[in-house]
């Protein structure tokens, strides 16, 4: 059973030694994290800050969980109010543990409580497209296309286009 929560201090090794085993994974994806990133002090200290965050209403970083291990980290960043009521949602999933379901899960439950919990009414996601996983994820939770940006990332010496995806929260959905 996939479950999402709120990193506290008490994961800090845990989620240290998640980031070490991905990091390679990680960064074939997405750029990479500065070398200091990966220490205890370093993760315990962004830990804090996503704590901050929750408590400024900016941003809501959760740890996907299985059985109590964690599989994989999903986030509603860039969170904008009143007008808007929007957020950014990311997600990745450790490498062995990709291709069972997980991130389909952890997003539908980030959705959920975006739209009970946070109430929020938008919900963004930016994709490489040729992370097919990536756009099936949210695809199946509902995500519609909106827009490309043709050579938007430089990741790894090289150029990439994004492709922009949207999904309403409205009652019911």
Request: aromatic share 10%; with cysteine; charged share 25%.
């Amino acid at each position: 059973m996939v479950e999402i929560s709120h990193p506290t201090l008490s994961d800090a090794e845990v989620l240290l030694q998640f980031e070490v085993d991905n990091r390679g994974y990680f960064e074939h994806w997405i750029n990479a994290r500065e070398d200091s990133y990966y220490n205890i002090g370093s993760v315990r200290n962004a830990i804090k800050a996503a704590q901050s965050d929750i408590e400024g209403d900016k941003a809501y970083q959760f740890l996907v969980k299985c059985e109590g291990a964690i599989v994989g980290r999903v986030n509603l960043v860039a969170v904008a109010r009143p007008y808007f009521n929007k957020a950014v949602l990311g997600y990745r999933i450790g490498e062995r543990f990709a291709g069972h379901g997980y991130a389909s899960e952890a997003v539908r439950l980030a959705l959920e409580m975006a739209r009970l919990d946070l109430r929020l009414w938008r919900i963004e996601a930016v994709v490489r497209p040729q992370n097919r996983a990536s756009v099936r994820v949210l695809e199946r939770n509902g995500f519609v296309t909106y827009g490309i940006a043709k050579r938007s990332m430089h990741l790894h010496g090289v150029w990439h286009d994004l492709v922009h995806f949207e999904r309403h929260l409205e009652e019911g959905h």
